[in-house]
């Protein structure tokens, strides 16, 4: 028999975890104590919680505790990069059952520990319990921009009309790989690994904030959605030209092959404007910003009531339109109730 | 029917609950963003998380929403305090059920915000997501004691022998409680509130980081328990006096009560010593140290090989005695894995 977490007992977890934790220059106090002390020289500290649950956000069959560690580490260090900050500590609540692998629960801290390592954070602390349902539970601190007393702080709130809307990060490749895994098909492994472990662009939410970016928000809903919470925290419309997007070849063959196989017609734009999970960074500009290579302008923001510009659709149009149309896609966008 | 979050949605349930909770003025930006931004003016930032899944930690025929919000918050405050730090925020990761109601949500949220707001904390973020087994995962953040680069951090490591060891707080009130309730028996309230709602003697972290602790620990596993982790990383033995234990009259009542309702021998030092979630704060000191009434002492840290001043016990004795001997309680204290 493999051995469990329920044979080592809670401290004994805790003890073999802390071990596979490097913790870095900013880390005064690490795991195993109370609570942990980390290095602020900026005076404030930007934190995000998301919750993955398995069945719901993974599935252990697909992804290996290895995978799920990555996933959870990057969608948590997506948020911070998405305030323009940099990712600095984690803190993980896992909810285990008392037969989950030891060699799961390595893997996970493994996970954590490499992709905290790609922004130079440290997983600091956390709490292991037992419970039916296989929960992960991450909290991301990180520091804004800028120095102390004067944060270069990226809100959903601040785009205004005229302005340039651009992504950074892929889009649409997660949903393709959920969907290559659900039809049984094993590749693009490219595709299919962009589901398991997500590569935001963590690096182009400090530079958006330099840039001067008055909105930023990570993907992690789809595009679409994330692009309506920008709308209406800055009383806006935004508007995607789906001619911008950026649509690999390997996408499209995707959508064929999903398509052939399940017999139901895929639209490789519903990848892209509303599969979530890719934590791509969607971030509006000044008209007339000059924007490095990882950033694509696939659109603008206009006013609320800015009808006419769109040829003449007439009112009620969404906040978000593509080609300046409501977009009738397959889903919605990510609700985690509905 | 009662309305419930499915009904909400998840975004509908996030806007309903940021209503719910008010925001100190450490905190720069609130929930709602990608991330929130708290103020850390001294430089560094304490951290701490703490899981509840239902059933282990809590039962919904035992304790309201309110209850379960400010035990969450409660316990992760602890831990805070017991660095010697100041709780300054929460962020709360949510697993839920489609069908609860959207009533013991609001609870939830008000309970959270009641207890941070006992020591000025707001609850800055969290998530919500779908589950079967409601979760509470609490990450809570704190302000070490002492100015920015000298700060007064209380770890668990620096118990020497000679010190002497004092609790703050309540010890044994949690587990009377849950035996009162666990046995129908409905009084006397104050214990079954202990239970239910736990308070942590905050101030006394700091005051004892002031006082020159040497270590300090949340009971949150039992007082046995958690003095066995100081006196691992402290290399040092703890002795606890009983005689010096306060063990209130409706405490032994209790015991009584219990016992002849169950038909079990209860010993109320089985409560005073391994029960746990009472919070009480447990701190070893400098011989000689004078302490404010909240504190009590009641024991000593010893040498590890310091077997002839316990009157000749011999070898043998485990790192946490009670009067110089192994104490055999009806539970070792609280392993979330056995």
Known sequence: MEPTI???GEFGVIARVSRRLPQGDAVLLGPGDDAALLAVP?????????????GNHFRRDWSTGYDVGRKAAAQNLADIAAMGGRGSALL???VAPADLPLRWLDELADGLADEAAVVGASVIGGDTVRGHELTVAVTALGVPDGSAGEH????????????VLAVAGWLGWSAAGLALLAAGIGSPRALIEAHRRPEPPYQAGP????????????????????????????RVRVDVRAAALRVPSQLRDAAVAVGATTGQHVRVLDWVLTGGEDHALAATFPPGVRLPARW????????CDDEAADGGVGGGLPAVTVDGEAW???????????
Do not use: N, Y
Request: net charge negative; proline share 3%; glycine share 14%.
């Open 6 to 8: 329920g044979d080592a």
């Open 42 to 54: 900026a005076g404030a500290v930007l934190a995000s919680t998301d919750v993955l649950v398995e």
């Open 92 to 94: 993980v609540g896992l």
């Open 152 to 163: 270069r702080l990226v809100t959903r709130a601040g785009a205004r009309p005229g302005d």
């Open 207 to 234: 530079e958006a904030a330099r840039l001067g970016a008055t909105a930023m928000i990570d993907t992690s809903d789809g595009l679409l959605a994330d692009l309506g919470h920008i709308a209406a925290a800055s």
């Open 296 to 303: 694509t302008v696939i659109g603008s923001v206009r006013d």
């Open 328 to 338: 009738h896609g397959a889903t919605p966008g990510w609700d985690h109730f509905r």
